[in-house]
């Protein structure tokens, strides 16, 4: 047993030593002790940033630009409106101008109404120069398109839930598990903190807030992706609706889930129901030519509801392209694999989805055989939809 007089006299000769060796090293001792201390400065850097949530490494990303442009999909959705107001709640937070663009139309009356309901404003573009050169952040797409010059821009930002290899050269979140982008960040505010604000109260200036209007966007793009919290659902989007609820304001909800309908929707998903063509468990209409390109999902939708229909494709033309909407709720048919195989042999043609839902667009006259490949026609086309769902191409 060592006693403590033992102890003691050890532990000053250690001391002794050590106050000896700098003495005798004065610089290498400096460069030790400079050495130790950038070493615990990394490790705690690197502590800080494994800890550090998605959104507050978003907004870090944000914040270390004076102005960023959210970039919408053509034709964009409650879920791509909300996931874009989200991004320029984010960055007026940090002090960061955001604007918000978006190619094609918004026609769907879901669309619009939620667009005027909650006062937004967004800009139309139609090529990459109508673009100021800001730092691009990509919100429910992974990859630009849509516009003259897409392929040159190099988003900084993605943040999505659909496949693709996109990815932003500061940010990537890319959630295919997830129902909703609306979702994804929704996840942000709640972990970072920010407390939806009581629609009928006045906000509490020590919390950061979530606007009425950010609150009841984020949770209607999380129903309209998710058919009311019915399919392709996750935890996530559970914890979302959850956490916005509070904040939301339930007259505008409403003014934007029961707009009014425009006839010609009305009359494609007629002619959906009466041109369809079943086979088996599997139905393909085609609606012809539409000036309303967005009544064609819907009457995607429709046409699911049939009776022993599992799987259907309504397609029909615009400005001679045609557009393919997609449904399934078959087990057998992954509806964004299949359209894409059935065009990936068209020039100029793309398709894709999730297992429950796809689209695609594909021109008239590629499609009948201009540039490489023998071409076909819509009675052609639509067997090659069957074909697709039926797993044999």
């Known amino acids: 047993m060592v006693s403590a007089d033992a102890g003691s006299v050890g532990l000053q000769a250690d ?26 400065a990394l490790v705690a850097y690197a502590i800080r940033r494994v800890r550090r949530s998605d959104g507050q490494t978003l907004a870090s990303v944000l914040a270390s630009h004076d102005e960023i442009e959210v970039l919408m999909h053509p034709n964009p959705d409650p879920d791509a409106m909300s996931a ?53 952040v ?18 900084i930002v993605v943040v999505d839930h659909h496949p693709g290899g996109g990815t932003g050269t500061e940010f990537t979140d890319v959630r295919t598990d997830a129902g909703a982008c609306a979702s994804i960040f ?24 979530l606007s009425p209007e950010l609150a009841t966007g984020l949770l209607y793009g999380i129903q309209s992706d998710t058919k009311s919290l019915t399919k ?24 934007i889930a029961n707009p009014e309908v425009d006839a010609e929707v009305l009359d494609t998903k007629a002619t959906a129901i009466r041109s369809r063509d079943v086979r088996n468990a599997f139905a393909v ?23 022993g229909v599992t799987a259907v494709v309504v397609l029909g033309d615009d400005e001679e392209t045609i557009h393919l909407s997609g449904r399934s709720r078959d ?19 793309g398709a894709g989805g999730h297992a ?13 055989g201009i540039g490489p490949g023998d071409g076909m026609d819509r009675d052609q086309l639509q067997q090659r939809l069957f074909d697709a769902m039926n797993g044999d191409i």
């Open 232 to 255: 392709g659902c996750s935890t996530i989007e559970f914890d979302a609706a959850a956490y916005l609820y509070p904040g939301v304001d339930q007259s505008r909800l409403d003014r």
């Open 15 to 40: 001391v002794e030593s050590v106050s000896g060796f700098i003495n005798a090293n004065p610089l290498l001792a400096v460069g030790i002790l400079v050495v130790a201390f950038l070493v615990i």
């Open 138 to 155: 990509l919100v429910d797409h992974n990859e630009p398109r849509g516009f003259s010059g897409a392929e040159s821009v190099d988003p």
């Open 84 to 136: 874009a107001m989200a991004v320029q709640a984010m960055a007026n937070e940090v002090g960061t101008e955001a604007a918000i663009h978006y190619p094609g139309q918004i026609r769907h009356q879901e669309n619009r109404a939620f667009e005027t309901v909650l006062d937004l404003d967004f800009d139309r573009i139609e090529s990459e120069a109508d673009l100021s050169g800001a730092p691009v």
């Open 285 to 307: 209409s085609d609606v012809g030519t539409v000036s309303n390109v967005d009544a064609i999902p819907q009457a995607a939708d429709e046409l699911l509801r049939l009776e």
């Open 186 to 209: 929704a996840e942000y505010f709640r972990v970072m903190g920010w407390q939806p604000g009581d629609p009928e109260e006045e906000e509490d200036s020590e919390v950061t807030v």
């Open 356 to 368: 429950r839902m796809g689209g695609g667009q594909l021109s008239v006259d590629h499609m009948e």
């Open 331 to 349: 087990d057998r048919v992954h509806m964004g694999k299949a359209l894409r195989s059935v065009v990936e042999d068209i020039p100029m043609a």
